[in-house]
């Protein structure tokens, strides 16, 4: 059994910057490719980022690119994704998870840029 808990989002305005954290426990997720995922209203979840099991290899949407970073901490069972130049578009709640086989989805943690 995985726990996945997402956490940081918030109200933020155009420009403006977030961190989302990622906690996993019940399993080391060391091992895994990890990435973020997004959903809005009415839309497909879809990934934002991912990044290999050892923190070397990392992608990103072309919607993202040069303005999210994706990093983990093994040590610790976290990913983080960095939110810069946040625009409305990225609205939407974000999750973490496990990338191709999925553990249980989390929460997420809403992301709302507005001004």
């Known amino acids: 059994q995985v726990q996945l808990v997402e956490s940081g989002g918030g109200l933020v305005q155009p420009g403006g910057s977030l961190r989302l954290s990622c906690a996993a426990s019940?399993?080391?997720?060391?091992?895994?490719?990890m990435g973020w995922f997004r959903q809005a209203p009415g839309k497909q979840r879809e990934s934002v980022a991912t990044?290999?099991?050892?923190?070397?290899?990392?992608n990103y949407a072309d919607s993202v690119k040069g303005r999210f970073t994706i990093s983990r901490d093994n040590a610790k069972n976290m990913v983080y994704l960095q939110m810069n130049s946040l625009k409305s578009e990225d609205t939407a709640v974000y999750y973490c998870?496990?990338?191709?086989?999925?553990?249980?989805w989390g929460q997420g943690t809403q992301v709302t840029v507005s001004s």
């Open positions: 998870n496990r990338v191709s086989l999925s553990f249980k």
């Open positions: 019940g399993s080391i997720v060391s091992s895994y490719i």
């Open positions: 990044i290999s099991s050892g923190g070397s290899v990392t």
